[in-house]
């Protein structure tokens, strides 16, 4: 088992431009997460997906789209790049159910908007 | 609402003593807690989890957490530091809303092993 991928591993982008990040897990989990991490405040969720064909906001949504594509695959789409936006991007997935909460997370993307 | 507050930001033991990293928490009903470990440049590792059993949590790598509700902490502990040790650490509460059980991060605290 891979566990969660995903692709790129870095990406350098110019102020205004779009890329989609991609997430994929192979252990038949129901609900797919991501996060930014920026030094010195945690993981802060963007957006998830609690089960296939459903997405929310989390804590910080702004500038950001996603897409539940199946029950694997969940991409972050940055249409507008903006500086703001340089971080640390982990995707993370897990079990909806009581007890199998552990949420699994990927290698990260580094991401550099100028 | 569940928060979760990590006491120290850097803490700096030596090779060989005890590691004690401070975690604190908020919750409106019993929790599930987790501590996470993150290497330089590396993704998160579980470490170990409470989920309302034991209340003494063994982990990966000689790691332990005790779950204390009277003091709403979960410190992470270890007899005896190795240089392998130095990361990160992220304390994790975990809260069901919206079909599905979301994590709140504290802030982390990064440990420093001096030879």
């Known amino acids: 088992n891979a566990g969660v991928t995903q692709t790129p591993k870095f990406q350098v982008l110019k102020t205004g431009q779009s890329m989609t990040l991609q997430c994929a897990q192979d252990?038949?989990?129901?609900?797919m997460y991501w996060y930014r991490q920026d030094p010195g405040m945690g993981l802060r969720l963007i957006y998830y997906?609690?089960?296939?064909?459903?997405?929310d906001k989390g804590e910080v949504p702004n500038g950001y789209n996603v897409s539940r594509l199946n029950k694997r695959e969940f991409s972050l789409r940055l249409e507008s790049a903006a500086p703001s936006q340089t971080s640390v991007y982990f995707c993370a997935s897990s079990e909806i159910r009581t007890g199998q909460e552990t949420q699994y997370f990927g290698p990260g993307t580094r991401l550099l908007v100028l | 609402a569940q928060s979760v507050t990590q006491l120290d930001s850097h803490v700096s033991v030596s090779e060989g003593t005890p590691v004690l990293l401070r975690c604190n928490y908020s919750s409106s009903y019993s929790p599930s807690l987790f501590w996470y470990v993150q290497h330089p440049n590396k993704g998160l590792q579980l470490l170990l989890k409470y989920t309302s059993a034991a209340t003494l949590v063994k982990g990966i790598n000689g790691f332990e957490a005790e779950f204390k509700k009277s003091e709403t902490s979960f410190h992470l502990t270890k007899p005896s530091a190795h240089m392998s040790d130095a990361a990160e650490y992220f304390c994790v509460v975990s809260a069901f809303t919206s079909g599905t059980y979301k994590y709140i991060f504290g802030t982390g605290t990064r440990l420093k092993v001096l030879a």
């Open positions: 252990m038949n989990h129901n609900s």
């Open positions: 997906s609690a089960s296939e064909g459903t997405t």
